[in-house]
């Protein structure tokens, strides 16, 4: 099964449309407020919380817009999703901060970039399995900054 | 003539004398003054200093031994949570049974209160008369079997097979939650008004000993085999000066000439009549039990009633009971017998000051030759007033009690009737019934009472929504919340978006579905009172409270608070955390902005929380604000979206924040006074 989501924002049509070409695969899509229809595939407007983290597990591949929420979801479930930044240019987003991301995550080998969407139906065919080897954890220098702060203050205040 | 008309001679002329018999053996004098009634005194403002101070203590350090009051023993017996009070109490009774009832006359705080109005009356020149009942002194010993055996009996009896008798014990001995069990000040105040100076005032010195209290059920019948006595010597000539000191009621005088001991169980050990004695013939020893001494037949006692008056006493006693009792869930148990002790009382007087032609009450005459006096009238009026407010108090908990009947029988469950926003579809008919029956004696309580009941208005509220008023149905949640304090309740069974619950969590901390145990299906608890915490974290939904849930190791070791938006994946992400849900939306608009401050108030001033973690978005902005300006400390985490620049959130925040922590180094030199120590995501 692939699992299509582009979260609860604008539209995003231009990711949804390429789908159309693509067959003989369960297809399950989650398209918000995108008007398209796909006449290959399950169409879902809104997942509950949990019906998406359902989704995301049963799926070969994930692919999603670049939004953070959506990444770490994939990524707590160990799949490395195929994202498609939201673009300012094409009315996606109120900026490119997807477009960045993206890359930074990309470089770190977090989620794979798909650019241009007219190149998935291909990608997806080439694609074995998005698996991560290790799920990614917090830094551990960021926790154990965290921490000792936080100790200290309430240990300060129960004295 | 009348009296006071009279010249000087002629009443100089009418004193008579009387002559005086030399060396009499029964001698008149002066009755002495007790010297262990200072003694007494002295451990008894002791005993209230250390409550006192037992819960300053408290206070200041926030946990502490659990209340030790015997009545937590029921805890003990009922769920096997052995605390101070539980120890105490069987510590007490087992000390009884040796020594005799010692704790009652100089560890209990009641008849310190009690003695403290008898000694005010006193200085009033009034000496509290002993109202003699045959009947109601057996209501302590009731109650305390309906307290302490009553339950375990039912368990044994009708209880699920696989349930122990006795249940498994756990221990209790230190609290953090010391007045949990105790009623708020605004019932313990007329409370103690009424069972430590009232009941004195109508009944007797010990009044609220004789015919209320539960715990002396138990204490008498561990003195009746206790060795420990008062006991008399030969030295005693019968002058009765013990009897006439005695405050709990006893015939010492007739008591130990015919048994040489004082067999009552009402005897308290105040040692008064010991120190009082003129031929120092009393003192205390060991020796026989009351139960080993001969029956008590030639000692006759005076009292109070008739026998159909006891008749009619112990009805009004047991109907002002229950009228009282939880009525307004307000009064408490000892309340509701201290309450219906009076009434009685005033019954009983009133039906005799009406019935007979001289009636006289302390040092007036209410009533002689058949003329009822000013002070008469002021009785009457008194114990009309009394006894209507109790009738009143009864048929408001008549009516409540109907409803709770009702309320038991809806039968429709939760999670069908919460499915829909007008659950009206899925009632039966009989559920429909009760559902009327339930609104209209919950309603009538409610209109009727003169206080709010925190306890049934859930109720009524629930009736409200079942009959599709779900907006009446908050505003009545709202009504009660205000009046719970420092307790944790079930407010309702709402949830899933079938009432809008943001508007309670100002009251408290509204726990979200499941959190407090499966029993609540589908249910919302909120948390009413002052209760710290060290860590708020507040994020709007989505990928902030994701990158905050992965820094679990940071909040999971301290108390917490969520502050988020209530949206479908912080309910199943924080299914097990105390969340509070802001108002929302929050992003891009101000709409919300002012009932969230009001909220954010709310919440910081209950939670108090030391540190406020958030990753932002606009959610977060008012209650990081709220915080710092209670003295929180403040860290904000900047999503890891930003990678160039901040984002608002981090520019509204990072003014008050102590941290700001970027995810990408090269925002760390864009924005001022932050670090970069790694991200959420490293691998």
Redesign the interface.
Do not use: K, Y
């Given at each position: 099964m692939i699992f299509v989501t582009i979260g609860t924002s604008e539209p995003f049509d231009r990711l949804l449309a390429p789908l159309a070409g693509l067959d003989a695969e369960d297809l399950l899509v989650q398209h918000g407020d995108s008007g398209i229809e796909l006449q290959n595939a399950r169409m879902v407007s809104y997942l509950?919380?949990?019906e998406?983290v359902a989704a995301i597990r049963e799926a070969r591949a994930v692919v999603a817009h670049a939004?953070?929420?959506?990444?770490?979801?994939a990524?707590?479930e160990g799949k490395r999703p195929l994202v498609v930044p939201r673009r300012r240019e094409h009315g996606e987003a109120v900026d490119d901060?997807?477009v960045?991301?993206a890359r930074?995550?990309a470089e770190?080998?977090?989620v794979t970039v798909v650019d241009d969407p007219v190149e998935l139906p291909e990608i997806l065919a080439g694609l074995n399995g998005g698996a991560l080897t290790?799920a990614?954890?917090?830094?551990?220098?960021?926790?154990e900054?965290?921490?000792s702060?936080?100790?200290d203050?309430?240990d300060?205040?129960r004295r | 003539m009348k009296s006071g008309c009279v010249s000087k001679e002629v009443k100089k002329s009418r004193s008579i004398k009387l002559p005086v018999l030399p060396n009499s053996p029964i001698q008149q004098s002066e009755i002495r003054d007790s010297k262990t009634s200072r003694w007494r005194a002295a451990a008894l403002v002791a005993l209230n200093l250390l409550m006192i101070a037992h819960i300053v203590q408290w206070r200041l350090m926030g946990t502490t031994v659990s209340p030790i009051e015997p009545s937590e023993s029921m805890y003990t017996l009922q769920r096997g949570a052995v605390n101070a009070g539980f120890i105490f109490f069987g510590l007490a009774i087992l000390a009884t049974l040796i020594v005799g009832r010692f704790v009652c006359g100089w560890g209990c705080h009641i008849l310190a209160l009690q003695d403290f109005c008898a000694w005010l009356l006193k200085k009033l020149g009034l000496r509290p008369k002993a109202f003699r009942s045959r009947l109601l002194v057996f209501v302590p010993l009731i109650a305390a079997l309906y307290m302490f055996v009553w339950p375990t009996a039912l368990r044994f009896f009708s209880g699920p097979k696989d349930q122990p008798i006795i249940p498994e014990f756990t221990n209790h001995l230190v609290t953090t939650n010391f007045w949990e069990t105790f009623p708020s000040i605004a019932v313990a105040i007329p409370f103690l008004f009424i069972c430590g100076f009232i009941t004195v005032y109508f009944l007797g010195s010990k009044g609220f000993c004789t015919y209320a209290c539960p715990y002396g059920g138990f204490f008498s019948l561990a003195d009746r085999v206790s060795p420990g006595k008062i006991r008399v010597t030969d030295a005693c000539n019968q002058c009765g000066h013990c009897t006439a000191t005695c405050t709990s009621n006893v015939l010492v005088h007739a008591e130990v000439n015919q048994f040489g001991m004082v067999v009552d169980p009402g005897c308290m050990k105040c040692m008064d009549c010991i120190s009082v004695c003129p031929n120092d013939a009393l003192y205390f020893g060991f020796g026989m039990p009351t139960l080993a001494a001969p029956k008590p037949k030639a000692i006759k006692k005076s009292y109070s009633l008739t026998w159909p008056e006891e008749i009619v006493g112990a009805i009004v006693f047991l109907g002002s009971f229950l009228a009282v009792r939880g009525v307004y869930a307000l009064v408490p148990f000892l309340m509701a017998l201290g309450v219906a002790s009076v009434t009685t009382f005033l019954a009983v007087k009133t039906m005799r000051l009406l019935s007979t032609s001289t009636s006289t009450f302390y040092n007036s005459d209410l009533k002689s030759s058949g003329r009822m006096s000013r002070a008469g009238w002021l009785f009457v009026t008194f114990a009309l007033l009394w006894i209507g407010l109790t009738a009143h108090a009864g048929w408001v908990r008549y009516h409540e009690f109907a409803g709770e009947r009702a309320y038991e029988k809806v039968q429709i469950p939760d999670e069908l009737a919460l499915a829909r926003i007008n659950p009206g579809r899925w009632l039966s008919p009989l559920d429909r019934e009760q559902v009327a029956t339930g609104k209209k004696h919950f309603g009538t309580a409610a209109d009727f009472g003169f206080f709010a009941n925190s306890e049934a208005l859930p109720k009524l509220a629930w009736f409200e929504y079942l009959s599709g008023d779900a907006e009446k149905s908050v505003q009545l949640l709202n009504t009660a919340a205000t009046h719970q304090h420092g307790q944790a309740r079930a407010l309702s069974l709402y949830y899933r978006g079938a009432i809008d619950l943001t508007a309670l969590a100002a009251h408290g901390v509204v726990y979200p579905p499941g959190s407090w145990g499966r029993v609540m299906n589908g249910g919302a608890w909120l948390q009413c009172g002052d209760e710290k915490v060290d860590v708020l974290l507040t994020c709007s939904s989505g990928g902030h409270l994701l990158q905050l849930l992965v820094l679990r190791e940071v909040w999971e070791p301290f108390d917490r608070v969520w502050v988020t938006d209530d949206r479908s994946d912080t309910r199943s992400l924080l299914a097990d955390e105390r969340v509070v849900f802001a108002h929302w939306p929050t992003s891009r608009t101000l709409r919300t902005l002012p009932r969230n401050l009001a909220l954010a108030w709310r919440v910081v001033r209950r939670t108090r929380p030391a540190v406020v973690l958030t990753t932002g978005a606009g959610t977060a902005v008012p209650f990081a604000w709220m915080a710092r300006l209670h003295g929180a400390r403040v860290v904000h985490i900047e999503t890891l979206t930003r990678v160039d620049s901040p984002s608002l959130t981090c520019r509204l925040i990072a003014p008050i924040a102590d941290r700001v922590y970027v995810q990408w180094p090269d925002l760390a030199s864009v924005v001022k006074r932050s670090r970069y120590v790694g991200s959420v995501i490293s691998r």
């Open positions: 509950e919380f949990d998406l939004g953070v929420g959506t990444i770490l979801t990524l707590a901060h997807q960045v991301l930074r995550l770190s080998g977090l290790t990614p954890r917090p830094d551990a220098r960021l926790v900054e965290l921490r702060f936080v100790a203050r309430v300060a205040r | -």
